[in-house]
């Protein structure tokens, strides 16, 4: 398949309040009237401020080339043990990269500037909710691609968690056209907009979708580590 961009309309933006102030509470801060005010007041500013895009390409063939590592494209991947396992039964990969933008990230670096740590720091968190948006958008376009076939998907799978080295970010971006996303990659594989997201998904007819994932990742201090009740 060709390259897929993907630009939606500003308007299309949604964000999980209640998901945001769960974060706000485990981290310690007293979520009363005020914070929920200054919360529903700063969404709005952040979804203007953000300029979501990004993009996915289907590459065949994959394969598990060990225990640990995987063979997409021309490119091989120390993904380790958990994700090669998703990915055991994968006829396709899809690679994305999605952002933000940095309308976000500029807006919470001028609320701490003027003094508002806590509102900066709300966006923050608002921007890193944009980006998961537009990463589950691609996920659901994926999907939809993948259903005409009669296919599934994988839970999408980052450089940086579950044991997947983060510098395999360069060679993640080698598979990504340059026309696809407006993010940049910086030699230690750090991506610029920060609040950017890159990937894969696997496809095909036996491959499963979890629910919950986070228990495959050994980031226990991860701020946005879904914990089961």
């Known amino acids: 398949m060709n390259p897929v961009r993907f630009e939606p309309e500003p308007a299309t933006i949604s964000v999980n309040k209640k998901e945001i102030l769960n974060l706000l509470e485990r981290s310690g801060d007293l979520l009363d009237q005020h914070t929920i005010e200054m919360m529903d007041a700063l969404i709005p500013r952040c979804t203007l401020a953000a300029r979501p895009s990004g993009g996915f390409l289907w590459i065949d063939p994959v394969s598990v080339l060990s225990g640990d590592a995987l063979q997409i494209g021309k490119e091989r991947f120390n993904v380790g043990p958990d994700i090669s396992k998703k990915m055991r039964n994968a006829k396709s990969v ?136």
């Open 94 to 229: 899809v690679v994305f990269a999605v952002t933000a933008g940095h309308g976000p990230e500029r807006l919470a670096r001028e609320l701490m500037s003027q003094g508002g740590y806590l509102e900066g720091y709300m966006t923050d968190l608002i921007g890193t909710a944009i980006v998961e948006w537009a990463a589950e958008q691609v996920h659901q376009q994926i999907r939809a691609q993948a259903s005409l076939k009669g296919w599934k998907v994988t839970n999408r799978y980052s450089p940086g968690y579950c044991s997947w080295n983060v510098e395999e970010q360069q060679k993640l971006f080698r598979l990504i056209p340059s026309e696809l996303c407006d993010i940049a990659l910086s030699e230690s594989s750090l991506m610029t907009p920060i609040k950017s997201v890159s990937g894969i998904i696997g496809t095909g007819p036996r491959v499963r979708f979890s629910a919950n994932s986070c228990s495959l990742c050994p980031m226990k201090e991860c701020v946005f580590r879904r914990i089961d009740s």
